[in-house]
């Protein structure tokens, strides 16, 4: 059951309820700004705290000190776009991963931290943190599905809740791009007890590799997965290569990777490294 409301003409407002054979959750993982409380010294912040979800220009950054808590496309886009009008640009990462910690090459005012190196926080004057939280406060499963430290679950391949499976589905849970192709196998899909075993199994794996709860959904390979089952063809290495390769690039450049290089340089280069 799916209840509306509705836009325009003469019921404009009106609450509609209509019966569906399926629902598709489509609205994604960066939504609902996700603020993190459990940062050493946060307490003892001073100055201004913001989500990039807020932010819209560099001006209220000139001349100030930033540190940004995240490192994604939204911590690139940002901390270039107030390198060159903010006093000192500091990006921070849990992620253990991520190379060249330390000051930037390019831009002289900018730093990158590992998380768990001490940060004196108190001497920043602006916080802006760059991480989503899931939230469906439209959806009602009765317990079914569930959000546990920003893990959505119980769901098989991060799509199909096992008891609603035929019913309800999600796409944009995981940090990479599922598309239709999710409903190719659908008629195919495991039992319900397969299902949960498969999803509990997976639990599990990740909670003995010590890996946290919240990480559940940042996962690599399922697109390989994904096009076996619904029969297309696996995504080229090269083309994999072309994303690293951009962030790479991104990392290291003064601007935006928009307005740098061409695509036909990216895509030559990135071929030729994995041919």
Known sequence: MVK????GGEDEGSEVDETFDA???????CTEPRIANDIPGIDLWP???????????????Q???VVLIGFSASAFDISRDIAGFAKEVHITTRSEKVEGFGKNPVYDSMWLHPMKEPMKMVEYHFEMKVRYKYHFPFLHTGGVVNVDDNCVGPLYKHVFPPTLALGLSFIGIPSFKVDSRCFIWLHSLPSEENMMEDTEALSSELEAKGVPRHHTHNIHGFEDWLAAQSGSPAIEEWRKGMLFRMISR?????????????????VTQAYEDFM
Do not use: A, M
């Open 4 to 7: 509306y409301k509705t836009i």
């Open 23 to 29: 629902v598709v959750v489509c609205s994604g993982h």
């Open 47 to 61: 100055g201004r705290q913001i989500h990039s979800h807020n932010y819209h220009i560099h001006g209220p950054y």
């Open 63 to 65: 001349n100030q000190v």
């Open 250 to 266: 991104v990392l290291n450049l003064p601007g935006t990777y928009r307005d740098v290089f061409d695509d036909e340089d990216l």
